[in-house]
């Protein structure tokens, strides 16, 4: 019985972000505008309308694209960093020099992508 108590404060965060969620919903639902017009029920994409057929052939900016994958790139690696700050006293000097040298690709990286206009939007 005492192995299933330690279950309930996972249930509660389980059910505390479910009623959060919904909660959200329903007052959406409740009280937010109810009009709904042409314009809303248009595709939009990327500052383009596409209320016409011929809009459908315009271009995307690859700006956004690179971006975005970018972004994906140094937020997955940033991810690594959590498991190493945890386990920090066990892994000792070593693992720390080889998240210098991890977070020194990293920066190298960065200053590749910045050098090269990566975020230049002329």
Not at 29 to 52: A, T
């Amino acid at each position: 019985m005492e192995n299933n108590l330690n279950y309930i404060p996972l249930l509660v965060n389980f059910a505390v972000a479910l009623s959060v969620g919904f909660g959200m919903l329903a007052v959406d639902w409740l009280f937010g505008p109810k009009r709904p017009s042409k314009n809303k029920g248009l595709p939009y994409e990327c500052g383009f309308n596409y209320d016409q057929p011929e809009n459908f052939g315009d271009r995307i900016f690859v700006r956004f694209i690179v971006i975005a994958m970018i972004f994906i790139l140094f937020d997955v690696e940033t991810i690594f960093l959590y498991p190493w700050a945890v386990l920090l006293k066990q892994l000792g000097f070593s693992g720390f020099v080889e998240m210098l040298i991890f977070a020194s690709i990293l920066l190298f990286g960065l200053y590749y992508i910045v050098r090269k206009g990566a975020f230049e939007w002329d």
